[in-house]
């Protein structure tokens, strides 16, 4: 990887903090993390750390709402049939519990959650289904996490006698769907301040817009849905600033409560303790379980495990979960390695990876992507052929837009939408030859000449005697981190590697233990376990730090990210 490191703050930027907030000045490593995130007012630093959106999160500011907030109203209080179709990913899932649970709570006794099958009906609004909500009586369809691209599906909805209202977070296309109301911040003309809101988040808007308008719930308060809300955020990998952060964290804080059994038994099969819930196990540990269901098998799996109030159930659909999670990542690791070799047939390096077979399964294909991606550092799709139509998932790097770049394939394919990361199609097979071509030649004319090596941006250089248990508190304030808030990234420099030795399947991480100064520290390196033999006696280690729990003992690691022989020459500063 390309090592940087962020410039030092400037002298000016310590007086300031000096004469308004003493306090963080006398901690120099998270003021400079801090700086290195473009947080030099201390009142803004103020807020940060408090948790405190210094953005309106005023529901009432996003475009629809009024009108989704006026039909509602009125179907609840007419005791009239809801349906609430969400996604069958962890946000969509997440979304759906959460309106469900909330409306229910306000009185709404037919208010069913819909969830498509992911091989058998695809992504988004499906015609079939709408047409079977309709023939059960539905009158009003609520979207989750989807909707903002189906203009011919709710136009199809419209003709059925059903009244859609979209809720989402995705860009949308040329032209908006036909919905009574549509509620998606990313919409042209909305001036909601944060765009970044997940689909489980704009259902929580819009739970809160209903109680402001008089629609109290019962039973339960905005709180008890905030667990939801933590979990399809960190999910979706959605920035975790503003808004986001703050829900995260006020959703982290439920989560440790234990008042949702489904969650409770999710984390006891995951072997995630309480007191362990940051990000980076809600993405890792739970995320993961709960897509699992949708990939291998149906995310009505998942929505029955949230919504249970029975903990002997939750037990039980947790476990399923765990064993979907390890049948999807046995199957994931098996098809990454065939996908590989279908990508590289040319026998070269390409501005764009794509792989395409019969074997891949729709659940799989992103996870395929995301390999593919990672592997090669570049814009990756994997596709499912299945008969005369094919399903595609992309997962891009941040020099190159995917759902930008579908969008001038937009004659190629059925379906498309996503985020500049991560896409989803669906296309007709026999198109797939010229797709996979003009993807390759937007991909060429945006990356050929540049630096593709992925960057690790470094806050400080630390000695390893300077990491102490004090250091780590301090920046525990910057969770929930993650997307867009990432974990503070540190370079430690000629530290002794006194022992390495592989660790997990196959080998496929490296466990040290390094040296420097008398001090010593146990250590964690992921996927690096080929490297093994490549280790010189001192190494510049590029690191996060974080807790590590065993046997019941705490104990700080370093978790490292990319590591060299020391004395390499000296790191660009980022300004």
């Not at 059903?162 to 001036?191: F, N, S, W, Y």
């Not at 030649?441 to 690790?456: F, H, N, V």
């Not at 390893?464 to 920046?475: C, M, T």
């Amino acid at each position: 990887m390309r090592w940087q490191r962020f410039s030092p703050a400037p002298a000016s930027h310590l007086r300031r903090f000096s004469e308004a907030a003493p306090e963080l000045a006398g901690d120099p490593v998270l003021l400079q993390v801090l700086y290195n995130r473009g947080i030099v007012d201390p009142a803004e630093a103020d807020a940060f750390l408090a948790y405190r959106n210094p953005q309106s999160d005023d529901p009432g500011l996003l475009s629809g709402m009024d009108a989704a907030v006026g039909r509602l109203t009125q179907a609840i209080r007419s005791g009239e049939p809801i349906a609430i179709y969400g996604d069958y990913d962890a946000d969509g899932v997440t979304g759906a519990v959460l309106l469900t649970q909330a409306l229910r709570a306000m009185g709404a006794e037919r208010v069913q959650p819909y969830i498509p099958h992911r091989v058998e009906e695809g992504y988004g609004l499906n015609s079939d289904a709408l047409e079977q909500l309709a023939s059960k009586g539905s009158h009003l369809v609520v979207t989750v996490d989807c909707g903002i691209r189906e203009v011919e599906q709710v136009r199809h909805a419209n003709g059925l006698g059903l009244e859609v209202i979209v809720t989402d977070h995705h860009a949308p296309g040329r032209e908006l769907p036909p919905a009574l109301a549509i509620v998606d911040p990313r919409q042209p003309g909305d001036c909601y301040p944060d765009r970044d809101l997940a689909g489980c988040g704009i259902a929580l808007k819009l739970v809160q817009a209903l109680v402001l308008s008089g629609l109290p719930m019962r039973g339960i308060d905005e709180t008890d849905l905030l667990d939801l809300v933590a979990l399809g955020t960190v999910a979706d990998l959605v920035p975790l600033i503003g808004e986001n952060r703050s829900l995260v964290y006020r959703g982290m804080q439920v989560i440790r409560q234990g008042r949702r059994p489904g969650l409770v038994a999710l984390l006891k099969a995951a072997g995630i303790r309480a007191s362990q819930i940051n990000a980076t196990t809600l993405g890792f540990g739970l995320g993961p379980r709960i897509n699992a269901a949708g990939r291998m098998d149906h995310a009505y799996h998942a929505a029955k495990l949230l919504i249970t109030r029975n903990p002997a159930k939750a037990d039980e659909q947790a476990c399923l979960l765990n064993q979907l999670n390890r049948q999807r990542q046995e199957k994931t690791r098996r098809l990454a390695v065939q996908a590989e070799e279908i990508a590289l047939r040319e026998g070269r390096e390409p501005h764009l990876v794509f792989a395409a077979h019969a074997d891949f399964p729709p659940g799989l294909v992103g996870l395929i992507a995301s390999q593919l991606q990672e592997t090669h550092y570049r814009p990756a799709v994997a596709v499912q052929i299945r008969g005369n139509r094919a399903v595609g998932s992309c997962r891009s790097i941040p020099e190159f837009h995917i759902t930008e770049a579908l969008d001038q394939c937009g004659d190629l394919l059925e379906k498309h939408g996503g985020h500049a990361a991560a896409a989803g199609f669906t296309i007709r097979a026999e198109l797939l030859p010229q797709l996979r071509e003009r993807l390759s030649g937007i991909a060429q004319e945006q990356l050929a000449g540049r630096d593709l090596t992925p960057t690790l941006q470094i806050d400080e250089e630390l000695k390893v005697r300077d990491i102490i248990w004090e250091v780590h508190e301090s920046l525990a304030r910057l969770e929930p981190c993650g997307y867009g808030n990432p974990s503070p990234l540190f370079l430690s420099p000629a530290v002794r590697v006194s022992n390495c030795r592989p660790v997990g399947t196959d080998g496929a991480h490296l466990k040290l233990l390094l040296e420097q100064d008398g001090r010593t520290f146990d250590a964690i390196a992921f996927r690096m376990g080929n490297r093994a033999g490549q280790l010189r006696e001192h190494m510049d280690i590029v690191y996060r730090l974080e807790e590590h729990e065993w046997n019941g003992e705490s104990n700080l690691q370093l978790n490292i990210q990319d590591m060299r022989p020391a004395q390499q020459p000296p790191l660009p500063l980022l300004v």
